[in-house]
């Protein structure tokens, strides 16, 4: 299942960028030496929607931010910073804060 923050999130994103911000992100995850952080389920997911050629489509696109932000936040937002997609850091960021200081989250 793919989050609704992350759904927001890809919805903020010009299907014209898509397929550019998939191919960033998949170099995040693959070249991060924090891949381990990624939970089975999420890493099976971005199996399945790489083997489809569907990383760019919205639901794995979804899952693809979602992984690099586990792996490598800081990297992850200076691609959206570089793509000028300050809308989408937007809504991370905050959700970033609300959840760092909820401790139900």
Known sequence: MVSTLMREVVKLIPVGLREIVSNEFIKI???SSNS?????????????????DNLS????????IEASLIVEYDKAIKILTDLGLNDAIR???????????DPTV
């Open 29 to 31: 995850v693959i070249n």
């Open 36 to 52: 381990y952080k990624i939970p089975p389920s999420l890493a099976r997911s971005l199996l399945y929607y790489w083997q489809r």
């Open 57 to 64: 489509t919205e639901i794995g696109l979804a899952k693809l």
């Open 91 to 101: 809504l991370v960021k905050v959700h970033n804060i609300i959840n760092s200081h």
